[in-house]
Every structure is written in C-alpha cells, then in structure tokens.
C-alpha cells in the first residue's frame, strides 16, 4: 500500500515539475508586466467593464431584440435605460473605492 | 461565545414570520395545476418578482456573516463578488443567454445543452448539478443550524434544523416556484430592512462614515487598502484585480448567472422575454446593495469590536447583534437571517426536483423508449422528488455539512468545470460552427487544464489562484473547441434551428416558430 501510495506520489511530483517548466515561462513575465501596473490601470478595467456592458446593450444591440415583448412603448420600458441605471450604482462604487 | 439572548419579543416576531411564510407559501398552491405551474410558475411571473428572488436566492444567512468576515480580514474588496461578481454577468446574461433558455421552451439549462448538442451531455450535466445542489442543500442546512441557531442563539439545532426543513419544504413541495418566487420577495423586503437596520445603527455607533474610514486607517499598514476594491495583481490575497476583472467578472459570474439553474430557473418562468431580461437588470440593481448591507458592518466590526482578531472575524454579525441591537430588532435581524436561509433552502430544493425530473429521470425514460410523462404525473413526481430531497438532506445535514472538507472538495472540483462550461455554452450559443465533437473536447481538455493550473505551484503570485484558473481554463477551452469543430463536420442547419444566436437574432421566422413552440 505504502509503495502504491509513494508511486503515485512520485508520478504527481514529476507531472507538477514538468508542467511547472512549460508554464512557468509563460506565466511569470505576465505576472511581472502585471504585477508592475500602477491602481488606476485596474480602475480603468474594472469601470471598463462595467462601460463595455452598457455600450454592448445601447449602442451594438438591435433595439427590436433588446425589448423583445416589452408591454408599451414607454421610455420606462426600454432596457437600455434600464442597463445603464442598473449600472450607474456599481461605476460609482467602484469609481468612489479606487 | 457568549450566546445572543432573545426577548420574548424577538422571538414573536421570528414566530410570526415563520407562520406568516408558511400561510403565504401555501396560498400559492391553487395556482398549481401542472408540472409546468409547478417547475416554471405557469410562465406567469412579472420582472419584480424575478429580480426579487434570483437576489434573495443568492444570498443565504452564511452570507451575512461570512462576506461580514470577509471584510473585517480584506476590506471592502469583499463586495466584489456581488458587484463586479454579479450586474456586467447579469447584462450578458439577459441579452445573451436568457432569451435563447427562454425562447426554447425548456425547464432545465441542461435540457438547452440536450437540444444544442447530445442526450448524454444533458444527463452528465444534469447529475453533476443534482449532486451539487444535494450537497448544498445539507450543507446550508447543517452549517446554519450549527453556527448559527446553536453557536449564536444557544437553540437545540436537531428542532431548529427540522423547524425549518418542514416550513421550507412544505411550501415548496405545495406552491413550487410560484411560492418559492412570491415567499422570496416577502423574504427580500425583510432582509433589506434588518440588514440596513444593522448598517445604520452600526454605522452610528462609529459616528459615520468619515469616522469609520479615518479610525479603520488609522489601525495600521495592514488596513491601508480595507478602502479600496480592486488590489494589485501581486497582492498574495485572495482577490487580485486580475482575477477580478477576468476571472471573476468575465468568467466565474457569467458561468453562474447564465448557467446556475436556481438563477436561471426564475426567469425561465417569466411571463414575456422583456419580463426575463428586465427581472434580470433588476434583481442585478438590487443585489447592488447588498455589500452596503453585509459588507459594511464587517469594517464596522473593526471599530466596534477590535478584539476579535482575522481568526474570529466571522463572529462579526453575532457579536455587533449582542451587543447592539435592542429587542424587537434582535428578532427583526433574526428574522432577516431566517429569511436568508429559507429562500435559499427554497430555491434550490425546486430547482434541484426540476433537474431530477428533467434531466435524469426524463433521459432515462427516452433511453428505455418510454412515453414522456403526461402533465399530471410530472407534477406528482416533482413533489415527490421535492419531499425526498427534503426530508433525505435534513437527515444526512449533520453526517455532509460536519465534513466540510469535503464540501469544500467537491465546490473546488465544481469550479474546475466553470471555465470550459461557459467557453462549451459560449460557442454552442453564438458561433453555428460549433460541433458536438468540439464541444466535448473542450470540455475535457479544458478541466484537465485546470487540473494542471490548480496543482502546479508558484504560477501566480495569489495563493489562492482559483479566479485565475477560472480564465485561463476559460481561454484554453475556447481554443480547443474552435480548432476541434473546424476540424470536424458541421452541425446541420436544421438541427440549429433556433438555439444559435445569429438564427434567432435575423431570421423573425425562426423568432415565431420558437414563440409558438412555447406557446402550444
């Protein structure tokens, strides 16, 4: 048992050194460029995203498909207000705790 | 732990709203005909009542004290995981996935993956999430029992346990998602108004804001950043805003919010396709407060009750409700942490029920070549898949939720599959070249890649590199199902009739055949 245990142990240690040499060149310069960027590159992707999301919806989106089976042609219908309102709260946070 | 006392007071108010519940619960049988009524309310539900329950889903009573901890350790970068965690996901989901589950009349996300690719994708997927939800189910119910009704109130956690089994089941095994739906947003009301109840009077105990922040500063170099979100990618935490931003936004929460059932399942059974995506934008509007309500008085914590130490934070929430609130609020918070627990007992256990129905014990029948089950036999299985699931889950909570190692195990594993899934359901979704072969390569290449990135040391500075896993198993899959599809023969058209992106989004015939598959 013991010596079927060590086996397998042995196995994983080479498969994790083996794997560690192919991955570790790859992963460690993007850690070093990463790790080097100044706070507000991070605010930039973080309120990025949120921006990305709104301009998917307002701007690439066909209207007709966004409010598929909407009840009125009201403007308090239209999900595109209602995206960037639901996002305004969380660009704010994040803008505010940077 | 000294044990949070209850007034007579508070324990009236925790009665009533147990009973309270239960009667709200139970009137919502008579809307239950069928087994559509039951897994799907009827498709009747408004966007309110979606956005309400797909939050109060989400957030169970170890949230409120676990996400508390969490910010008294890291700070608010705590909130991230219902922020930036949760509204870019929900966008995506409402625009991208939901119309698609929603337009193809089907129950279950992996009854989508059926139709999409094969039979046996359906029914791997299905167990998968039937044996996760099993072991949520006891899981929630142990830990909730155990460090909350014993640990915090000092109450016998075996009846506390079975108090709350036979409430929750009761209903859901009577009303199924409509009194899951319609409890939830009752739940929801009480949950706001005992978690800011807390963040207010907390909040005031500090004296402010502006005091909050400049006290928690002023404790050391070790709080400098408990104010800022997103933390520097080299930061050995867990929460580097690479893997926030990729990880986590990108991939882990759209994986979830498109492909959890107990997510999806609400708006699946939404009245229009605007009521699916406008509950989705709402309930994403309203999880924003959320952190304000369970993050905040982790820091208030900090300030209030200095002594606990990182390796107690999680006392946080008990400790603040001891010592601050007074009778009648006691019971209020109470209330909102039964609440909490309740709706998320509720919401999985349907979901659970529906995955079992549809998934396994409806794949097995075709294999077998059985007839499908009529309406009203589906109803009485779902029921009776709902009352076993119960009742086996609060028997086995104790022997599942003590090994909690292996929850952890099994959550860790789930994470694993997170990244190749959504890259399988992405391309499945939008890109018509897409094959089955493909997809199940991807699968299987991209959670061995995770394997390989979770085991193999030192490759990223965090120690705990699960949201890098999550994007670069992501990246990985997508890879390999683009390379393999081009290499095999394409779907037929016929077959992607309707579940690619580009068919629905162009071809209006394609819209209306979909319309009146759901609608007949």
């Not at chain 2, 930036?84 to 996901?89: H, L």
């Not at chain 2, 949520?136 to 956690?157: E, R, Y």
């Not at chain 2, 108004?193 to 922040?213: D, Y």
């Not at chain 2, 606990?308 to 006392?315: C, F, H, K, N």
Request: proline content about 5%.
């Amino acid at each position: 048992m013991t010596a079927i245990v060590s086996t397998i142990m042995a196995v994983f240690e080479f498969l994790q050194n083996m794997f560690h040499a192919a991955l570790a060149p790859i992963f460690h310069p993007l850690n070093t460029v990463l790790g080097g960027l100044p706070n507000w590159v991070a605010s930039v992707f973080g309120v990025g995203l949120f921006v990305m999301a709104m301009i998917w919806v307002g701007v690439f989106l066909k209207k007709d498909y966004v409010n598929y089976g909407r009840p009125h042609k009201s403007i308090w219908t239209d999900l595109r207000l209602w995206t960037c309102l639901s996002m305004m709260p969380h660009v704010i946070f994040y803008l505010y705790f940077r | 732990m000294e044990v949070v006392g209850l007034h007579p007071v508070d324990i009236v108010i925790i009665g009533v709203y147990m009973a309270g519940t239960l009667l709200l619960g139970l009137y919502c049988t008579r809307f239950v005909g069928n087994a559509e009524d039951f897994f799907v309310a009827g498709k009747a539900l408004p966007f309110w009542a979606i956005g309400f329950s797909i939050v109060v889903s989400d957030i169970g009573a170890t949230d409120f004290v676990a996400v508390a901890g969490a910010a008294y350790r890291n700070g608010v970068a705590a909130a991230n995981f219902d922020w930036m965690g949760s509204m870019p996901a929900m966008v995506i989901a409402a625009f991208l996935f939901v119309p698609y589950f929603w337009r193809s009349g089907v129950f279950t996300i992996p009854e989508f993956l059926g139709r999409r690719y094969n039979s046996a994708v359906q029914f791997i997927n299905g167990l998968i999430w039937v044996v996760f939800l099993f072991m949520m189910l006891a899981v929630m119910q142990w830990i909730t029992a155990d460090k909350l009704m014993f640990t915090v109130l000092g109450w016998n956690k075996y009846v506390a346990l079975w108090v709350v089994a036979a409430v929750t089941g009761i209903y859901t095994f009577s009303g199924g998602l409509t009194a899951v739906v319609f409890t939830d947003v009752v739940q929801l009301v009480v949950m706001y108004v005992g978690g800011f109840g807390l963040l207010a009077l907390s909040l005031w105990e500090v004296g402010g804001w502006s005091a909050l922040q400049s006290k928690v500063l002023a404790m050391g170099p070790e709080f400098q950043d408990h104010f800022k979100l997103l933390l520097p990618h080299n930061t050995t935490g867990p929460f580097p805003w690479t893997g926030i931003v990729f990880g986590l936004g990108l991939v882990l929460a759209v994986a979830y919010m498109s492909g959890n059932q107990v997510i999806v399942q609400r708006t699946l059974g939404a009245r229009t396709e605007w009521d699916a995506k406008g509950g989705m934008l709402f309930g994403g509007f309203l999880k924003s407060m959320i952190p304000l309500m369970v993050a905040l008085p982790g820091l208030c914590a900090l300030v209030l009750v200095p002594t606990l130490g990182p390796e107690d934070a999680d006392r946080a929430v008990p400790e603040m409700i001891r010592i601050m609130l007074p009778a009648g609020l006691r019971g209020l918070m109470f209330a909102a942490l039964f609440a909490a627990l309740m709706s998320s007992i509720s919401g999985t256990l349907n979901s659970a029920a529906t995955m079992f129905l549809t998934d396994i014990v409806g794949e097995m029948r075709k294999w077998r070549k059985k007839k499908p089950l009529s309406e009203r036999m589906a109803l009485h299985i779902g029921r009776a898949i709902t009352a076993i699931l119960i009742v086996s889950t609060a028997a086995l909570a104790e022997p599942i939720g003590d090994k909690e190692q292996l929850y952890v195990y099994i959550q860790t594993l789930l994470s694993f599959f997170q990244g190749p899934v959504l890259a399988v359901l992405l391309l499945g979704i939008i890109w018509p070249r897409a094959t089955g072969y493909g997809g199940l390569a991807g699968l299987v290449l991209g959670v061995f890649f995770s394997f390989v990135l979770n085991y193999t040391p030192d490759l990223f500075p965090s120690e705990d590199p699960f949201l890098f896993v999550a994007w670069w198993s992501f990246v990985f899959a997508l890879i390999v199902v683009v390379v393999v599809s081009l290499l095999t023969k394409p779907e037929s058209p016929e077959k992607l009739r309707g579940l690619v992106w580009s068919s629905v989004v162009s071809d209006l015939e394609a819209q209306k055949a979909l319309d009146e598959r759901v609608s007949s």
